[in-house]
Structures are given as C-alpha cells and as structure tokens.
C-alpha cells in the first residue's frame, strides 16, 4: 500500500490541472445536498472552475448558498487518487464568463475545431462558470 501523504491546497490544485472529472455538491432550498456530476479545471487564479447553464440547479443552489464541495478523482477510480476542494462559490455569467469557457475547454479537452462554432454554442446554451476560492481541502488523514 502507498504512504497517505495529507493534501494542501497547492496539491489539489496541481491534481484538478491533471484530473477533471468529479462531484460538485450544493444546498438545496431546503438544506439537503444536490449533487452534480462535473468536468473541472483550474483557472490562473488558483480557483477550480466548471461550466454549467444558467438555468442549472447547482446554479440557483449556489446564487443562494455559495458554499461547495468538489470531490476529483482520476478515471480508474479505485487507486488512482482523489481531492476534495471546499469553498465558496461565484457564478460568472455571459459575456465575461465566455474567455474563461474557452479557457476551460483547452485545459480539459485540448483545441476546438471551431472557436467560433464554440462560442456561439456557449451563448446559444447560456453557459457560465462557477469559480470556487479554495478555502480547503482533503484528505487529511486516512480512515
């Protein structure tokens, strides 16, 4: 078995440049959690950052709590490694969140074939971002 070795902030962030997919959990209205499954990335400001739509639950879940948690894993799950970042949330809309969708879109999936084609997609699907200060993160022990 590999030594644990705790998580700073500076791993974590390191880890979501590498690692992009995860689990963004929110307060519901009601105080329950609402889980979204998510494609992360960091942006040159340290702070994680995902691309929904406006009309997105997570969304309205955020503008009224902005607290969150995003759990990021590598893809073989088991064994490969996983951070948990926790924060609070801003939700940047159209038009100053489309640089930061462009910017998102080359970190996880590389160049697009079409900037153009992307961009009209990002305003016909009113998307924005969420970008989340880390305030903490996981694991610190292991259970």
């Not at 329950?32 to 992360?40: D, K, N, R």
Request: hydrophobic share 35%.
């Amino acid at each position: 078995m590999a030594e644990f070795k705790p998580v700073d902030i500076s791993t974590a962030q390191q880890f979501l440049t590498r690692h992009h997919w995860g689990v963004l959990a929110t307060r519901r209205k009601d105080g329950g959690l609402q889980m979204s499954p998510i494609t992360v990335g960091m942006d040159d400001g340290g702070r994680a950052i995902i691309s929904s739509r406006e009309t997105a639950y997570k969304a309205n879940n955020l503008r009224r709590n902005p607290r969150a948690a995003v759990c990021t894993f590598t893809p073989n799950f088991h064994g490969g490694g996983w951070v948990q970042v926790n924060g609070s949330a801003e939700i940047v809309s159209l038009p100053d969140a489309l640089e930061t969708l462009v910017y998102l879109q080359r970190q996880v999936y590389g160049e697009h074939k079409s900037w153009p084609e992307f961009r009209e997609r990002m305003v016909r699907e009113k998307r924005i971002i969420i970008r989340i200060a880390i305030e903490s993160v996981g694991p610190k022990a292991r259970g």
